[in-house]
């Protein structure tokens, strides 16, 4: 019975999870789970699953929630050292690491620091600090499993041949609402025009990574450190159909591709019975009828963000905590209407280059310098 710690359960990725989980009783078994602020749902799911442990980061929810909505068989805890407690616990096997941004590396660095099977659905933690991570997993002996659709997809098609073999790697973009669009025309983009994502249903600060493709200069920083590349080893292109979700390309001229129709659950449970497959929930391709997919270069004059997760690849040392938290401000200040949309990229890079570099940080410099990008976007107008 694997024993699974899943930290931000009440997100897209969270609820997915136990969706596999429920669908595999006879193997899969739930022990602990987390959220920030969305306790009723965190209730509902101790009860209906019955985990050892339920933890809710923020403390200040402690005097507001009703205890007896929770499993009586599950222990209620508080604060974000309980999130590193549960994913390091002995009890634990292998942690889904779900929450969204910067506040999911500290579980990820317990889970990791305990020699745990991790399923990397949060690419920010490779992005602000791979090295560091990559570093550690080989010290523990833990075990990194991509949950990304786009990493684990990569993951799979690497199994096809050594990783001396591969010339590159092509990570796929659906182009979000906003495929094809001017430079001049994303100007006027309301948070309600980037909330709406043609193909995948995702928390609001993700999608609008979508939107802005954010999302996919963070993937090529997270493939770079998950997949030991070189910056000019990864490839970009638009795939509006989402039924690619990556491919390597070897030396031979060969591209190995992972297709399936969008659907988290699939690669959430790769990650979960690897190194097997099983019958799942996920919807199966319909050979039956005719589709076409395509394939487009991205605009990089249109989506300046995937030029800098070039750059930041390239660079490395503190560039990926500046860009990742500079990041997750614009996005918050563009929903609440205090940035424009085009504005996201442009003051991201503007950070950047003002940040004090350092090529070789350490952990709680990357976590200072989090802190501190956040609030230079705070300045920016």
């Not at 306790?39 to 985990?51: G, H």
């Not at 390091?88 to 889970?111: N, P």
């Not at 979960?272 to 605009?299: A, K």
Request: with cysteine.
């Amino acid at each position: 019975m694997k024993r699974i710690a899943v930290l931000g359960s009440t997100g897209s990725i969270g609820t997915s999870t136990l969706e596999v989980i429920a669908d595999h009783p006879e193997e899969m078994q739930l022990t602990a789970i987390t959220a920030h602020n969305s306790w009723e749902k965190l209730a509902q799911q101790s009860m209906q699953f019955c985990p050892r442990w339920s933890v809710l980061s923020n403390s200040e929810l402690k005097s507001d929630i009703n205890a007896d909505s929770f499993s009586p068989s599950t222990e209620l805890l508080f604060g974000d050292d309980q999130i590193e407690r549960v994913a390091s616990s002995d009890e634990v096997d292998i942690v889904i690491c779900g929450i969204v941004g910067a506040a999911g590396l500290k579980g990820a660095w317990a889970a990791i620091e305990a020699g745990k099977i991790v399923g990397i659905a949060n690419k920010e933690t490779l992005v602000v600090a791979g090295p560091l991570i990559m570093d550690l997993a080989a010290r523990t002996q833990a075990t990194l499993l991509p949950v990304d659709s786009e990493h684990n997809a990569i993951f799979q098609a690497l199994q096809a041949g050594h990783p001396s073999e591969v010339k590159q790697v092509i990570l796929t973009a659906s182009g979000g609402p906003f495929r094809g669009a001017t430079p001049s025309e994303l100007e006027n983009v309301t948070p309600k025009m980037a909330l709406a994502h043609p193909t995948w249903e995702m928390g609001p600060k993700i999608t609008v990574d979508s939107a802005t493709m954010m999302n996919k200069a963070l993937e090529i920083i997270e493939a770079k450190w998950l997949f030991n590349l070189k910056s000019d080893q990864i490839s970009v292109v638009v795939h509006p159909q989402s039924i690619v979700h990556s491919m390597v390309e070897y030396v031979d001229g060969s591209v190995i591709a992972q297709l399936s129709p969008p659907d988290m659950r699939l690669p959430i449970q790769y990650a979960l019975t690897y190194p097997d497959r099983r019958e799942g929930l996920n919807t199966p391709m319909d050979w039956s009828r005719s589709f076409e997919l395509s394939f487009e270069p991205p605009d990089m004059e249109a989506f300046p963000a995937l030029r800098l997760g070039y750059e930041v690849a390239e660079k490395g040392g503190t560039c990926g905590a500046v860009l990742n938290a500079a990041n997750e401000a614009a996005v918050e200040r563009f929903l609440s209407g205090g940035l424009r949309f085009c504005d996201i990229a442009t003051s991201c890079q503007q950070v950047l280059e003002s940040h004090q570099f350092d090529p070789n940080p350490s952990l709680e410099e990357l976590f200072l310098l989090d802190g501190w990008a956040r609030k230079e976007i705070k300045k920016w107008n």
